[in-house]
């Protein structure tokens, strides 16, 4: 079983950047695909960004590919998203979490706590 911890999330102004954090501990992570979601106000919790256990294969959401870049780092247990020209509707609660692979969008692990994101216009 993977603990999940995630961090970084903050208000932001509309165009800026962020990059969150996902602290995994337990001895799987490293062999698992691992995801980004998110949860606006109101709406279901979607899919963002998957990485598998390597790093070399990602999978995006179209509403932020081409803006937000996921990447892990194996050795520290952690995985992180890079979101770049934030926009107001990428305000949400972001969570990790474990996924069956890439192109997975169900989650396997108990959700943590997330990070609150905020972008003003």
């Known amino acids: 079983q993977v603990h999940l911890e995630e961090s970084g999330g903050g208000l932001v102004q509309a165009g800026g950047s962020l990059r969150l954090s996902c602290a995994a501990s337990?001895?799987?992570?490293?062999?698992?695909?691992m995801g980004w979601f998110r949860q606006a106000p109101g709406k279901e919790r979607e899919k963002v960004a998957t990485?598998?256990?390597?790093?070399?294969?990602?999978s995006y959401a179209d509403s932020v590919r081409g803006r937000f870049t996921i990447s892990r780092d194996n050795a520290k247990n952690t995985v992180y998203l890079r979101m770049n020209s934030l926009k107001p509707e990428d305000t949400a609660v972001y969570y990790c979490?474990?996924?069956?692979?890439?192109?997975?969008?169900?989650?396997?692990?108990?959700w943590g706590q997330g990070t609150q994101v905020t972008v003003s216009s």
């Open positions: 979490n474990v996924v069956g692979s890439v192109i997975a969008t169900t989650p396997l692990g108990s």
């Open positions: 990485i598998n256990w390597s790093g070399a294969v990602t």
């Open positions: 337990g001895r799987t992570f490293s062999s698992s695909a």
